[in-house]
Antibody, heavy 120, light 107 residues
Framework: EVQLLESGGGLVQPGGSLRLSCAAS????????MGWVRQAPGKGLEWVSS????????KYADSVKGRVTVSRDNSKDTLYLQMDSLRAEDTAVYYC?????????????WGQGTLVTVSP | EIVLTQSPATLSLSPGERVTLSCRAS??????LAWYQQKPGQAPRLLIY???NRATDIPARFSGSGSGTDFTLTISSLEPEDFAVYYC?????????FGGGTKVEIK
């Protein structure tokens, strides 16, 4: 069974940093591209970032470009999202999600999310 | 950026009714469109990919159609567990975008 467990969320002041992690199990990690999608309280879904199986290619939404870095450690089956210069509008539940490599960037399975709150 | 517009924003229906949800793209996405279901407090779940393919373990009452800029998600007969918010998402180019969602609520 696919399991994706996010961690690292919490309360941070504007301008601060957080590193989110997503521990994966139940599937062959290196066969899947990965992504982060966020959802502000009471709002819809917003794609944040994606990374290919080897980490050789990364993509970012304009809203986070230059402030966020996605990475993965295939030896630990873990995905990361380093978030710097955080703003109030980054407040959201952050989901990690997987996409079978070569099948297009739709998200086959999702974690339960971790809440990031940016507030003084 | 491709904008996805979902309509209507909210649908009030009864169990057993047929549901048709719309997703319109600002430019063609070919068939690179997915549909997700999200219930309160839960993560989204993939229902349909590549416009018309059901994801694993998705009941046959869910179906998708369309190509280019106009897409439809149909639920043939609403079950109590189908009351949720539904999102479309394209993956034809970067950035990936989601529609604003359609809430299907109990009448």
């Amino acid at each position: 069974e696919v399991q994706l467990l996010e961690s690292g969320g919490g309360l941070v002041q504007p301008g601060g940093s957080l590193r989110l992690s997503c521990a994966a199990s139940g599937f062959t990690f290196t066969s899947y591209d990965m992504g982060w999608v966020r959802q502000a309280p009471g709002k819809g879904l917003e794609w944040v970032s994606s990374i290919t199986t080897t980490g050789g290619s990364t993509k970012y939404a304009d809203s986070v470009k230059g402030r966020v870095t996605v990475s993965r450690d295939n030896s630990k089956d873990t995905l990361y999202l380093q978030m710097d210069s955080l703003r109030a509008e980054d407040t959201a539940v952050y989901y990690c999600a997987i996409s079978k490599s070569g099948t297009g960037w739709k998200f086959d399975s999702w974690g339960q999310g971790t809440l990031v709150t940016v507030s003084p | 950026e491709i904008v996805l517009t979902q309509s209507p924003a909210t649908l009030s229906l009864s169990p057993g009714e047929r549901v048709t949800l719309s997703c319109r793209a600002s430019q063609t996405v070919s068939r690179y469109l997915a549909w997700y279901q999200q219930k309160p407090g839960q993560a989204p779940r993939l229902l349909i990919y590549d416009a018309s393919n059901r994801a694993t373990d998705i009941p046959a009452r869910f179906s998708g159609s369309g190509s280019g800029t106009d897409f439809t998600l149909t639920i043939s007969s609403l079950e109590p567990e189908d009351f949720a918010v539904y999102y479309c998402q394209h993956h034809s180019s970067w950035p990936l975008t989601f529609g604003g969602g359609t809430k299907v609520e109990i009448k």
